[in-house]
């Protein structure tokens, strides 16, 4: 399962690649042969949002500190039996005790919120961060206490379970980022390196994804990229 969501974002680099090579295909495409895309919107579902959560780490999985949020949300296609996804997913567990992780924009990262993409650059940085997209969440945490947060969780918060990432400066070509304080603090950097966050129990990370992927999925969900608050 780790693998399956280490590959899911690793497609979605190679895809940033693509959209932006301008390359334009020489035969065309029937509805035959046309390929699935590579996203898929979820709409006006209730869903968590985990792109600016924290995470508790135990037995090589991140617990990650949710928020519950409904509207449009976006997700990478990863399908199964006969056109199940993470959408089908995510509205069979509104009766059965759970839902699942998709993206959408947080509003606090955008100007006048008090977040911000810190980016964690390829060449320095072998930390451990969690993948969430995907990653499925149960409703029984809501407002209830959990192991590594020190206050109870809110009513609109969610303990979502999702694979870990270590990052590898040897053969990493793309760094990635992770949401942090703003202003910028130098010193949230430091989540960058293994020192501070890594796959140790008890440890905390953050929810990060290949440097690029938030303005991406942005993109494809709303036409358009804001303008995030970003801490190089």
């Known amino acids: 399962m780790k693998s399956i969501h280490i ?3 690793f497609a979605l680099v190679a895809l940033i690649f693509l959209l932006g090579s301008g390359c334009k295909a020489q035969a065309q495409t029937t509805a035959a ?3 699935p895309s590579p996203f898929t919107i979820c709409s006006n579902q209730t869903y968590a949002l985990c792109a600016t959560a ?10 990650c500190g949710c928020d519950v949020l409904s509207g449009n949300s976006i997700t990478a296609t990863d399908g199964f039996d006969d056109g199940q996804t993470a959408c089908t997913v995510n509205a069979s567990g509104v009766d059965n005790g759970y839902m699942v992780s998709l993206f959408s924009v947080p509003e606090s990262v955008l100007p006048g919120g008090n977040e911000a993409l810190y980016t964690c650059p390829a060449s320095t940085s072998n930390g ?3 993948q969430c997209d995907g990653g499925i969440c149960f409703t029984s945490t809501q407002a209830k206490s959990f192991p590594g947060f020190t206050e109870p ?3 609109n918060q969610i303990i979502c379970s999702c694979p ?14 992770i949401v942090g304080p703003y202003p ?8 960058c390196r293994k020192k501070k966050a890594n796959k140790q129990n008890g440890a905390t990370i953050f929810v990060g994804a290949p440097a690029g992927v938030p303005r991406l999925l942005a993109r494809q969900l709303e036409g358009s990229v804001p303008n995030f608050n970003t801490c190089p």
């Open 164 to 177: 870990i990432t270590v990052a590898n400066p040897a053969t990493a070509r793309k760094g990635y980022q």
């Open 184 to 191: 910028c603090q130098k010193s949230f950097l430091e989540n």
């Open 128 to 130: 451990a961060y969690a």
């Open 153 to 155: 969780l809110a009513d």
């Open 33 to 35: 042969t046309a390929k």
């Open 54 to 63: 924290s995470c508790f780490v135990y037995d090589q999985v991140a617990y």
């Open 7 to 9: 590959f899911r974002w």
